[in-house]
C-alpha cells in the first residue's frame, strides 16, 4: 500500500525544523532513518500531513566525549554507533548491541534517536541505555530538558516526547571503577527484534563484592523494565556462577510480563532469566577484566 498523500520538508537547521513543528502542532511527525515511520505510514497506522525530515539538519549525529559524558548524536546510525571506537573501548555492550540490530540496510539508515523516539517495546536500545543510566537530550521552541531514557518510554509506542519537541542526543555517563557491561537477546528469525533482550551493567567493589548493577529488559513487558529482584538479589555478593543463576531466576519477578506473537507469558518469563543469567556472567568478567 502507499502512503497517505502528505506535504514533505526539509529543513537545514534546528531552529527551522522546530517552526516547522510549532507550524503544523500534531499534524506533523519528524523523519530520521525510516525504517519505523516509513512502514507505519505505508500501512496507514501512520497518517501525518506534514512529515519533516532531519537529514539535512547538521549537528545531528555522531559520537564525542564531553566531561566524562559519551554524547551521541539522535541521527547517528545504529551502524555508526557500533563503529565508534570510543563505543567500542568504553561502552562495548553498545557495539555489541548495534550490531544485532536488524539487518545491514536497517543499521545503515536507521538512528539511535529515531528508535528511542519510536519506542518500541522490543527495541534493543532501550534496555541497553536504561542499563547504562543514559539521558536524553530534548529540544522544543521553548528551550531544552533532559530526560532519563527510563522515563522517557512510557508505553508501546508511546514516549513523553511532545509534538514540537525534537530528540537531539543520547547523553551515556561513563561508569567508572571496576565496572562491566553485556547485552544478550534472543533476536527474532525475521525482524532481529528482541523476544527477550537483557542488558547489564555491574560494578564490583575492591573485593570483589557487587556494589551496585543495573540490569534492564526488552520484549517482555509493555515498555524497557528495570530487574529490580535480580539488582537486590546480586547487592554485596560475590558473583560466582551459583549467585548469578539464583539472582537471574528473579529477572521477571514484579513484572507485568506481556504474551505477544512471539510467545507466553511464561516463556518469557523464563528466557527472561536465561537471558539474564548469560547477561551478568558476561558483564562480571568484563569487570573483572579492569
Ligand atoms: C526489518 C527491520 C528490522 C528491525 N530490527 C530491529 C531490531 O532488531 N532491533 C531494534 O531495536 N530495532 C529494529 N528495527 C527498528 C530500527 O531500529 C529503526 O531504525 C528504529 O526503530 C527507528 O529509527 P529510524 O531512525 O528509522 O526512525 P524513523 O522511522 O525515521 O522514525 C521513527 C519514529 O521516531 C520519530 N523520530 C525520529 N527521529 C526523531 C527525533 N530526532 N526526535 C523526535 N522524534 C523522532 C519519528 O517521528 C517516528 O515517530 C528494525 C526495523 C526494520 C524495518
Known amino acids: 500500500m502507499y502512503a497517505a498523500p502528505f506535504e514533505y520538508h526539509l529543513p537545514t537547521t534546528v531552529a527551522e525544523a522546530l517552526g516547522l513543528l510549532e507550524k503544523f502542532g500534531d499534524e506533523a511527525k519528524l523523519l530520521s532513518g525510516s525504517q519505523s515511520l516509513v512502514p507505519l505510514m505505508k500501512l496507514r497506522l501512520a497518517t501525518p500531513g506534514h512529515v519533516v525530515d532531519l537529514r539535512k539538519v547538521p549537528g545531528l549525529s555522531g559520537v564525542t566525549e564531553s566531561g566524562g559524558t559519551v554524547v551521541i548524536g539522535a541521527m547517528t546510525t545504529h551502524y555508526e554507533v557500533g563503529s565508534s571506537p570510543l563505543v567500542r573501548t568504553k561502552l562495548p555492550m553498545m557495539a555489541e548491541a548495534a550490531g544485532q540490530i536488524g539487518d545491514t540496510q536497517v543499521r545503515n539508515l536507521g538512528t539511535i534517536g529515531g528508535s528511542l523516539a519510536h519506542a518500541d517495546p522490543s527495541a534493543d536500545w532501550p534496555a541497553v541505555l536504561a542499563a547504562l543510566d543514559a539521558s536524553v537530550r530534548i529540544a522544543s521552541s521553548r528551550g531544552e530538558r533532559n530526560v532519563k531514557v527510563e522515563e522517557l518510554i512510557v508505553g508501546p509506542l508511546t514516549t513523553v516526547l511532545a509534538p514540537g519537541e525534537i530528540l537531539l542526543q543520547v547523553r551515556v555517563p561513563l561508569p567508572a571503577g571496576r565496572y562491566g557491561g553485556a547485552y544478550e537477546k534472543l533476536p527474532h528469525p525475521a525482524s532481529r527484534f528482541a523476544i527477550v533482550g537483557a542488558a547489564a551493567e555491574v560494578f564490583l567493589d575492591p573485593g570483589g563484592k557487587v556494589s551496585n548493577s543495573r ?64 547477561a551478568v556472567k558476561r558483564a562480571v568478567s568484563r569487570a573483572l577484566e579492569r
Open 215 to 278: 540490569i534492564a529488559l526488552t520484549g517482555i513487558a509493555s515498555k524497557v523494565t528495570r530487574a529490580g529482584y535480580v539488582e537486590q538479589a546480586l547487592l554485596g555478593k560475590a558473583p560466582d556462577p551459583a549467585a548469578i543463576k539464583s539472582a537471574a531466576a528473579r529477572a521477571a519477578q514484579g513484572i507485568e510480563v506481556r504474551a505477544d506473537l512471539t510467545g507466553s507469558a511464561e516463556y518469557k518469563a523464563n528466557l527472561a532469566a536465561v537471558y539474564t543469567e548469560r
